[in-house]
Protein backbone atom coordinates (compact mmCIF):
# COMPACT_ATOMS: atom_id res chain seq x y z
CA UNK A 1 0.00 0.00 0.00
CA UNK A 2 1.24 3.41 -0.75
CA UNK A 3 2.72 5.20 1.98
CA UNK A 4 1.20 8.42 3.09
CA UNK A 5 3.80 11.12 4.04
CA UNK A 6 2.32 14.59 5.83
CA UNK A 7 4.28 17.77 4.82
CA UNK A 8 4.42 20.62 6.65
CA UNK A 9 6.01 23.62 7.80
CA UNK A 10 5.01 27.25 9.22
CA UNK A 11 4.95 30.25 6.71
CA UNK A 12 8.52 30.85 5.21
CA UNK A 13 10.28 27.60 5.69
CA UNK A 14 10.18 26.61 2.46
CA UNK A 15 7.43 23.48 2.42
CA UNK A 16 5.86 24.56 -1.26
CA UNK A 17 9.57 24.43 -2.48
CA UNK A 18 9.98 21.30 -0.86
CA UNK A 19 6.70 20.00 -2.40
CA UNK A 20 8.00 20.72 -5.83
CA UNK A 21 11.24 18.35 -4.98
CA UNK A 22 9.03 15.67 -4.18
CA UNK A 23 7.36 16.37 -7.43
CA UNK A 24 10.61 16.46 -9.68
CA UNK A 25 11.20 13.18 -8.24
CA UNK A 26 8.33 11.66 -9.31
CA UNK A 27 6.38 11.46 -6.20
CA UNK A 28 2.74 12.95 -6.18
CA UNK A 29 2.08 15.47 -4.12
CA UNK A 30 -1.87 16.33 -3.12
CA UNK A 31 -1.49 20.26 -2.13
CA UNK A 32 -4.40 21.13 0.35
CA UNK A 33 -4.46 25.00 0.07
CA UNK A 34 -4.61 24.21 -3.72
CA UNK A 35 -7.66 22.11 -3.42
CA UNK A 36 -9.38 25.00 -0.91
CA UNK A 37 -8.52 27.60 -4.04
CA UNK A 38 -10.71 24.78 -6.23
CA UNK A 39 -13.43 23.72 -4.37
CA UNK A 40 -13.98 28.01 -3.85
CA UNK A 41 -14.46 27.91 -7.69
CA UNK A 42 -16.53 25.22 -7.44
CA UNK A 43 -18.57 22.78 -5.07
CA UNK A 44 -17.82 25.19 -1.77
CA UNK A 45 -19.31 28.26 -3.57
CA UNK A 46 -23.07 27.55 -2.91
CA UNK A 47 -22.50 25.88 0.22
CA UNK A 48 -20.40 29.14 1.89
CA UNK A 49 -23.04 31.52 -0.12
CA UNK A 50 -25.69 29.85 1.92
CA UNK A 51 -23.93 30.22 5.12
CA UNK A 52 -22.61 33.31 4.10
CA UNK A 53 -24.63 35.48 1.69
CA UNK A 54 -22.76 38.06 -0.12
CA UNK A 55 -19.68 36.03 0.12
CA UNK A 56 -19.98 34.66 -3.47
CA UNK A 57 -19.19 36.48 -6.79
CA UNK A 58 -19.72 34.89 -10.35
CA UNK A 59 -19.64 31.74 -9.03
CA UNK A 60 -16.58 31.56 -6.83
CA UNK A 61 -16.16 32.85 -3.20
CA UNK A 62 -14.73 36.20 -2.55
CA UNK A 63 -11.81 35.44 -0.77
CA UNK A 64 -11.37 39.13 0.56
CA UNK A 65 -15.52 39.31 1.50
CA UNK A 66 -15.11 35.81 3.34
CA UNK A 67 -12.13 36.84 4.99
CA UNK A 68 -13.85 40.08 6.45
CA UNK A 69 -17.06 38.04 7.74
CA UNK A 70 -14.41 35.82 9.24
CA UNK A 71 -11.64 37.37 10.27
CA UNK A 72 -11.90 37.81 14.11
CA UNK A 73 -14.78 35.89 14.91
CA UNK A 74 -13.48 32.31 15.99
CA UNK A 75 -17.70 30.98 15.56
CA UNK A 76 -17.61 31.80 12.30
CA UNK A 77 -14.35 30.27 11.20
CA UNK A 78 -15.58 27.12 12.44
CA UNK A 79 -18.63 26.90 10.51
CA UNK A 80 -16.33 27.54 7.28
CA UNK A 81 -14.10 25.06 7.99
CA UNK A 82 -17.21 22.58 8.69
CA UNK A 83 -18.05 23.23 4.97
CA UNK A 84 -14.92 23.08 3.33
CA UNK A 85 -12.81 20.61 5.49
CA UNK A 86 -14.81 17.52 4.30
CA UNK A 87 -14.88 18.61 0.74
CA UNK A 88 -11.07 18.47 1.08
CA UNK A 89 -11.48 15.57 2.75
CA UNK A 90 -12.60 13.46 -0.39
CA UNK A 91 -10.67 15.37 -2.44
CA UNK A 92 -7.56 14.24 -0.13
CA UNK A 93 -9.16 10.23 -0.33
CA UNK A 94 -9.60 10.79 -3.88
CA UNK A 95 -6.19 11.64 -4.72
CA UNK A 96 -5.18 8.61 -2.63
CA UNK A 97 -7.56 6.33 -4.50
CA UNK A 98 -6.16 7.47 -7.63
CA UNK A 99 -2.15 7.25 -6.74
CA UNK A 100 -2.57 3.87 -4.42
CA UNK A 101 -1.91 1.68 -7.52
CA UNK A 102 1.28 4.17 -8.87
CA UNK A 103 3.45 4.79 -6.55
CA UNK A 104 5.09 3.55 -3.27
CA UNK A 105 4.85 6.94 -1.72
CA UNK A 106 2.13 10.06 -1.73
CA UNK A 107 2.76 13.35 -0.01
CA UNK A 108 -0.29 15.46 1.53
CA UNK A 109 1.04 18.83 1.62
CA UNK A 110 -0.89 20.62 4.68
CA UNK A 111 0.21 23.57 5.79
CA UNK A 112 -1.92 23.43 9.42
CA UNK A 113 -1.47 19.65 9.23
CA UNK A 114 -1.01 19.14 13.37
CA UNK A 115 -3.31 22.04 14.11
CA UNK A 116 -5.89 20.12 12.31
CA UNK A 117 -4.88 16.88 13.73
CA UNK A 118 -3.99 15.51 9.85
CA UNK A 119 -0.97 13.33 11.15
CA UNK A 120 -3.91 10.47 11.71
CA UNK A 121 -4.11 10.39 8.47
CA UNK A 122 -0.37 9.78 7.47
CA UNK A 123 1.68 7.14 8.11
CA UNK A 124 4.51 9.99 9.13
CA UNK A 125 5.57 13.76 9.23
CA UNK A 126 8.02 15.67 7.40
CA UNK A 127 8.43 19.36 9.07
CA UNK A 128 10.03 21.72 6.88
CA UNK A 129 12.46 24.11 8.91
CA UNK A 130 14.85 26.77 9.13
CA UNK A 131 16.49 28.98 11.85
CA UNK A 132 14.23 31.83 12.87
CA UNK A 133 16.14 34.51 11.32
CA UNK A 134 15.72 33.20 7.78
CA UNK A 135 12.48 32.39 7.91
CA UNK A 136 11.51 36.28 8.91
CA UNK A 137 13.64 37.50 6.31
CA UNK A 138 12.12 35.94 3.88
CA UNK A 139 8.57 36.39 5.02
CA UNK A 140 9.44 40.26 5.46
CA UNK A 141 10.33 40.39 1.43
CA UNK A 142 7.27 39.18 0.26
CA UNK A 143 5.01 42.10 -1.51
CA UNK A 144 2.56 43.29 1.41
CA UNK A 145 3.83 42.00 4.56
CA UNK A 146 4.10 43.60 7.77
CA UNK A 147 5.56 42.72 11.57
CA UNK A 148 1.72 42.62 12.14
CA UNK A 149 0.92 40.46 9.29
CA UNK A 150 3.65 38.25 10.15
CA UNK A 151 2.98 37.83 14.05
CA UNK A 152 -0.54 37.72 13.27
CA UNK A 153 -0.16 34.53 10.92
CA UNK A 154 2.53 32.67 13.28
CA UNK A 155 0.04 33.50 16.39
CA UNK A 156 -2.13 30.58 14.51
CA UNK A 157 0.40 28.52 13.93
CA UNK A 158 2.36 25.64 15.78
CA UNK A 159 5.93 26.50 17.05
CA UNK A 160 8.30 25.36 14.48
CA UNK A 161 9.83 23.55 17.46
CA UNK A 162 6.95 21.99 18.57
CA UNK A 163 6.21 20.74 15.07
CA UNK A 164 9.89 19.37 14.48
CA UNK A 165 9.46 17.98 18.07
CA UNK A 166 6.60 15.79 16.19
CA UNK A 167 8.19 15.29 13.01
CA UNK A 168 9.54 11.68 11.88
CA UNK A 169 11.58 13.51 9.38
CA UNK A 170 13.42 16.70 8.93
CA UNK A 171 14.32 19.19 5.91
CA UNK A 172 16.29 22.43 6.30
CA UNK A 173 15.80 24.72 3.91
CA UNK A 174 18.25 27.29 5.26
CA UNK A 175 20.97 25.40 3.11
CA UNK A 176 20.02 25.80 -0.36
CA UNK A 177 18.44 23.81 -3.26
CA UNK A 178 21.08 20.75 -3.24
CA UNK A 179 20.63 20.18 0.08
CA UNK A 180 17.15 20.06 0.38
CA UNK A 181 16.77 17.91 -2.90
CA UNK A 182 19.60 15.74 -1.01
CA UNK A 183 17.27 15.50 2.24
CA UNK A 184 14.73 14.71 0.01
CA UNK A 185 16.39 12.43 -1.66
CA UNK A 186 17.35 10.70 1.37
CA UNK A 187 13.95 10.50 2.84
CA UNK A 188 12.71 8.56 -0.11
CA UNK A 189 15.34 5.96 0.13
CA UNK A 190 14.70 5.57 3.86
CA UNK A 191 10.87 4.84 3.42
CA UNK A 192 11.34 2.84 0.06
CA UNK A 193 9.79 -0.73 0.59
CA UNK A 194 7.71 0.63 3.84
CA UNK A 195 4.23 -0.60 3.52
CA UNK A 196 1.94 2.00 4.22
CA UNK A 197 -1.29 1.62 6.06
CA UNK A 198 -4.73 2.71 4.39
CA UNK A 199 -6.79 5.24 5.92
CA UNK A 200 -10.00 5.73 5.72
CA UNK A 201 -11.85 9.03 6.96
Do not use: W
Not at 17 to 34: S, W
Not at 49 to 56: I, L, S
Not at 62 to 73: E, I, T
Request: hydrophobic content about 45%; charged content about 25%; proline content about 5%.
Amino acid sequence: MTFVLGLTGSIGMGKSATADLFRRLGVPVHDADATVHRLYRGRAAPLIEKAFPGTVADGAVDRAKMGAVVLGNPERMKHLEAIVHPLVRDEEEAFLEKVSALSPVAVLDIPLLFETRGEARCDAVLVVTAPAFVQRDRVMARPGMTEEKFHAILAKQMKDEDKRARAHFLVDTSRGFASAEAQVRSILACLAGRPGRRHRF
